[in-house]
């Protein structure tokens, strides 16, 4: 009860909604509707096929917003800052997207993420400002407590389905994450967004429009397991919605790796054990090797993986196989091919398939020199050809699959020591996904980190196929309740969580390592992770829109000096990585007053500069030069000479 009268409006209203539910939008009565169900006066303004809500307009605004925001690195949080390429960063995501994507644009192959889903009870960010002061940037970014943590009052807003804009705002904080995403993937990368049914309509609604419509892939529907608390159905599914930049499939990464958008066949392996196990006890009897191999797959589960694949029934030097039928396909052809074939034992030729053979008779040669022909016991039976196993391990995976959620719950809180996270993403799934598309070298990115499974799936997928992928993981310091296991356990943001599972991951790897020495690859594996936080830019930003006779000084001091005081060297030099360009995992080396990046293309100097600094880094033949302007002061000769110099060795020169 909550003390007043009746709203008759809103009763009106409720009882309108039970019967005609087609007439709300968000909540609230669209009159279009209303006059198009009822009078004949049917006329939709702007009449087209499109997806729009309450404030997309401003959704654009923010993602057209530029940000002077830059990464401030933690080599002191870090495990193997100087030689890592993973990445991990404390912040904002919407301004991490903007901060990267200039050094990472066409750069990754593969996005992972896991958005809120909508449920009603999510806390999230999303845009209403777009036009700010560096204080309002601080504020947005996050106000920080006594300690220096990001405050969640002002940073979430939780979003109500009794909110008039509910799926409007859900969908104007996820338009320009998915935006800046795009850009940041490759032309052959792919992106992967889990959801469930809150919101999968209206998510591949904005994905056709970002993404196009033709490059949707599949969607992926997770049984994770029956829920016993459904008042009506158990829905225990969600969604793993899959789009391409491209739906193109790179036909030269195909032909070198053939296994791309493959996945291995479960069960092979105990095939091949049992075929060894065979081998050894019955010789070269390929007969009773192939009688034992069918004998073992009677005695399987249904459910036993390996039963899949029994049509593998018979054996030979080179392996298990099938026959199958070598007669010419049904496609309407009257003049197959018919010659004869002789049995190897009897010598008698063997019937001629009613169809014909599938094969010429150069090629039935050449297959029957081969031994990939299989007879019966006599000339009566037709023969097949030989179909092995170990030419088929792959297959297109299932857009269907069964997962019980509850063991990545189990999983974390074993490695965690306690149960510190809810609803952790499964990263055996996510192995699974990446293992369909990421490859040497590639990088994968995920800016909704959560606990930060994405980088143990990158660790566990480099483990076992011995290749060095790379992640980057982006997530918002939030804080954790006071009244959590988590915060009782020492972490204050769910960042620290994240942050923490990669280093125990990477732990255990490194005992694995020095137990089992086999199981790598020389050392090869990446185990490291370099942390950044997002922070505002060491360097003034001149602002003509906010000019006033209070700060006139300070923004034309932004000319003589441009570097924030207290400013520390490494941050500016990442801070000009990143906005020249250059990714975060360039190979930086310190050389006499300047940094030599990504082996010599560029170079960037915040110390002392002269003419014996300048000489030396136009014979280094760099392609960019950057330079603080203030190390310049007192010697405008010099930088004159500077620029002439750099012009002529064709040498990019930038001060600031």
């Not at 968000?26 to 009449?47: P, R, V």
């Amino acid at each position: 009860m909550n003390g007043e009268s009746l709203n008759i409006e809103q009763d009106n209203l409720a009882k309108l909604k039970k019967q005609f539910p087609n007439l709300f939008t968000e909540g609230k009565l669209d009159w279009e509707k209303l006059k198009a169900t009822f009078s004949d006066d049917i006329n939709f303004a702007n009449e087209r096929y499109v997806l729009n809500w309450a404030g997309k307009s401003d959704a654009f605004k923010v993602l057209q917003v530029p940000t002077t925001a830059t990464l401030k690195p933690l080599p002191e949080e870090s495990i193997n800052f100087d030689t890592t390429e993973n990445i991990f960063i404390e912040g904002e995501n919407l301004e991490v997207l903007k901060v990267l994507q200039k050094s990472y644009y066409n750069k990754i192959k593969c996005i992972i993420i896991d958005p809120p889903y909508n449920t009603g009870s999510d806390s999230f960010i999303y845009p209403d400002k777009f036009k700010e002061n560096k204080a309002d940037y601080e504020k947005r970014i996050g106000e920080k407590d006594e300690e220096g943590y990001l405050m969640k009052e002002g940073m979430f807003r939780k979003n109500s389905k009794d909110s008039g804009h509910y799926h409007s705002n859900w969908l104007s904080m996820m338009y320009p994450r998915l935006f800046l995403a795009k850009n940041l993937l490759k032309d052959d990368g792919v992106i992967f967004v889990h959801i469930d049914d809150n919101e999968v309509h209206n998510l591949r609604l904005i994905m056709n429009e970002i993404f196009g419509e033709e490059n949707f892939i599949a969607s992926f529907i997770w049984d994770g397991g029956r829920k016993n608390d459904a008042k009506k159905v158990s829905v225990g599914h969600e969604y793993i919605l899959v789009f391409g930049k491209s739906n193109a499939i790179n036909e030269e990464e195909r032909e070198i790796d053939p296994t791309l958008w493959k996945e291995r066949k479960e069960g092979i392996d105990e095939i091949y054990s049992r075929y060894e196990l065979y081998k050894k006890q019955f010789g070269n009897n390929w007969e009773q090797v192939s009688k034992a191999l069918q004998e073992w797959y009677k005695g399987l589960a249904d459910s036993h993986p390996s039963k899949n694949h029994e049509h593998y029934r018979n054996a030979d030097e080179t392996g298990v196989y099938f026959p199958s039928d070598l007669s010419g396909p049904d496609d309407g052809r009257k003049n197959r091919p018919r010659y004869e074939v002789l049995h190897p034992i009897t010598k008698k030729p063997v019937p001629v398939p009613a169809r014909g053979w599938r094969w010429e008779e150069p090629r039935m040669k050449e297959e029957l020199k081969k031994g990939r022909v299989h007879f019966g016991i006599d000339e009566m039976s037709i023969p097949n050809s030989k179909v092995y196993l170990k030419e088929n391990e792959y297959q297109a995976p299932s857009s269907v699959f069964y997962k019980d959620r509850r063991s990545s719950s189990n999983n974390l809180k074993q490695l965690m020591g306690e149960k510190i996270f809810d609803f952790p993403k499964d990263v055996s799934v996510i192995v699974r996904l990446l293992n369909l598309v990421l490859r040497e070298n590639d990088i994968a990115i995920d800016f909704f980190a959560g606990s930060g499974t994405l980088g143990e799936a990158i660790l566990e997928l480099n483990k076992s196929k011995k290749i060095n992928s790379k992640f980057i993981l982006v997530q918002l310091p939030e804080l954790i309740e006071e009244d959590s296991r988590a915060f009782n356990a020492g972490y204050k943001t769910i960042a620290e969580i994240s942050k923490e599972r990669i280093r125990r991951v990477i732990a255990k790897i490194e005992k694995e390592k020095a137990e089992k020495p086999d199981m790598f690859d020389n050392g090869k594996q990446d185990l490291g992770f370099k942390i950044f936080k997002l922070v505002p830019s060491n360097f003034k930003i001149w602002c003509s829109a906010d000019i006033s006779e209070e700060n006139l000084v300070q923004q034309l001091e932004a000319f003589t000096n441009p570097v924030n005081e207290g400013s520390p060297e490494q941050n500016m030099l990442y801070e000009l990585m990143l906005k020249a360009g250059y990714q975060l995992t360039d190979k930086v080396e310190h050389t006499g007053n300047y940094f030599v990046i990504a082996n010599g293309e560029l170079i960037i100097a915040l110390q002392k500069i002269d003419d014996k600094t300048i000489q030396q880094i136009i014979g280094a033949k760099p392609k960019k030069v950057v330079s603080l302007d203030n190390l310049f002061t007192g010697n405008d000769q010099l930088k004159t000479n500077t620029v002439l110099q750099m012009k002529d060795a064709g040498i990019d020169f930038k001060t600031i």
